[in-house]
């Protein structure tokens, strides 16, 4: 009687760890990336391995504008906006703005992009981090 209590109990415990660990979401997110406007380079990248796959960039906060004043944390990200690039074709998407700390790409091929942020402030440059999020 005890080994099947132990094995019922194992069994439970696996359950409760597989939907708690990878149950509830069919969104996967790559490693978080740091990003600073106007340094030339990529701002992270990803690889799409779904064919038509829809990939979220997410801004986290807090999200600085760094001036020769100053630094202040943005809470208004009209500013700012995001493209793709495909590593192997090259081709590139139109810059998308966010919509709440949030910018959609629906129906992307499979590969590889790079993610590039840019600003419209004329003072300074922006720097924080952001997730990519296959949806």
Not at 16 to 34: D, E, K, W
Not at 67 to 83: D, E, H, I, M, P
Not at 111 to 117: A, E, N, Q
């Amino acid at each position: 009687m005890k080994k099947v209590y132990s094995l019922i109990s194992i069994v439970m415990i696996a359950v409760i760890a597989i939907t708690t660990i990878g149950g509830s979401s069919a969104q996967a997110s790559v490693p978080r990336f740091s990003f600073q406007t106007e340094d030339g380079k990529w701002d992270g990248e990803v690889g799409n391995p779904n064919k038509l796959a829809n990939i979220e960039i997410d801004l986290v906060s807090p999200i600085y504008l760094k001036t020769a004043s100053g630094t202040t944390s943005l809470s208004n990200y009209s500013k700012l906006s995001v493209r793709l690039r495909n590593a192997n074709t090259g081709a590139t998407t139109s810059y998308h703005t966010f919509t709440n700390g949030k910018a959609l790409f629906t129906s992307m091929k499979t590969g590889k992009y790079y993610v590039d942020i840019k600003d419209s402030f004329t003072n300074g440059y922006v720097s924080g981090k952001l997730d990519v999020v296959f949806k």
